[in-house]
């Protein structure tokens, strides 16, 4: 299999297009994850045309470089390789029944943010100047966190008894929120900022120390507790739809 790599945020956007089509058609979970990196990646290149981050150029490098090592692991998976076990371990519950979207969601999310996104952020940035792309990484935070209200009307089309679940509960919504767009990404940057001091020869030892880490998180994300899995097993026996239908609601959220 054809390893794509990316060379503009527009091929970023192209390639996503690809693995979501064929996930489309294959009717697999694993292009549920890419249709909201795409959505992601389209607000990321908007503010890059309207230039609001304050190095432009340096934030189209870190997106590709970023979503790079999602394509990679895409593909390594696919050609029956050996991508990190953070991704292996997500990809493999993409073949599974029971994971409702949420946590394929969050699967995905856990191993690009946690372990992907601090690589990129280093390798964009030396130890003197990495303090200086602080700013543009979080309004990052700010593109994500206005998703949140989108990606939960898209989870209540596909299950629409979220909404009651909702009401009474903030656990699920909080959980999204904290998960994603607070304690992964303030991790990420703690992770760029220790890896951008490490020596060439001892980057590939820590990536692999973290990678160990995070698929540990996965695995809490998989099987969250007796209770909570109790009710995401309820949830998924309920969700509407073909997993290309799933794909295609969760594409629409703005």
Known sequence: MNMKQATTIDE????????????????????LFPT???IVTLKIKSGIVNGSFQNCERMEKLDVIFANRYLKAYYEYRAKGKPSECWKFAFQKTETYWPIVLQHLLLGINAHINLDLGIASAQVSTPQDIADLKSDFEQINTILSDLVGSVEKALIKIWPTLTYILKLSGKIDNFFIDFSMKTARDGAWKYANEFVLLPENQREASIQERDIKISEIAKLVSNPGYLVSGVFKFIRLFERGSVAQKII????IE
């Open 12 to 31: 970023v956007i192209l390639f996503l297009d690809e693995i979501i089509e064929v996930a489309k058609l294959e009717q697999s979970p694993i292009g």
């Open 36 to 38: 909201l990196y795409r």
């Open 249 to 252: 609601d969760l594409s629409k």
